[in-house]
Nanobody, 121 residues
């Protein structure tokens, strides 16, 4: 069973940086597509970025050039390096794992509990 635990969220000023981590305690990390989604208050959950088991990356236009997704197989961990943060990046960020590449929530069967990211202006 896949269990995902996020960490690294917090409060940061606009223009600052944060790095989120997601540890996968299951046995399928090396064969899973991993992704980050986020949900802001009053808004629908949205795709942020994903990385396949072969290293193919995808990201939303809103974060291109600012956010970088990566994974470290030896630690069963995925990261999201977030630079040049904006107030509109404020949201709960969720880690997700799936068996096929995708950018929609339905493509992912396992989810973490989320970590809050707040960007002040």
């Amino acid at each position: 069973q896949v269990q995902l635990v996020e960490s690294g969220g917090g409060l940061v000023q606009a223009g600052g940086s944060l790095r989120l981590s997601c540890v996968d305690s299951g046995r399928t990390f090396s064969h899973s597509t991993m992704a980050w989604f986020r949900q802001a208050p009053g808004k629908e959950r949205e795709f942020v970025a994903s990385i396949s088991w072969t290293g193919i990356k995808s990201s939303a236009d809103s974060v291109k050039g600012r956010f970088t997704i990566s994974r470290e197989y030896a630690k069963n961990t995925m990261y999201l390096q977030m630079n040049s943060l904006k107030p509109e990046d404020t949201a709960v960020y969720y880690c997700a794992a799936g068996q096929v590449p995708g950018t929609k929530g339905l493509d992912f069967g396992s989810w973490g509990q989320g970590t809050q990211v707040t960007v002040s202006s």
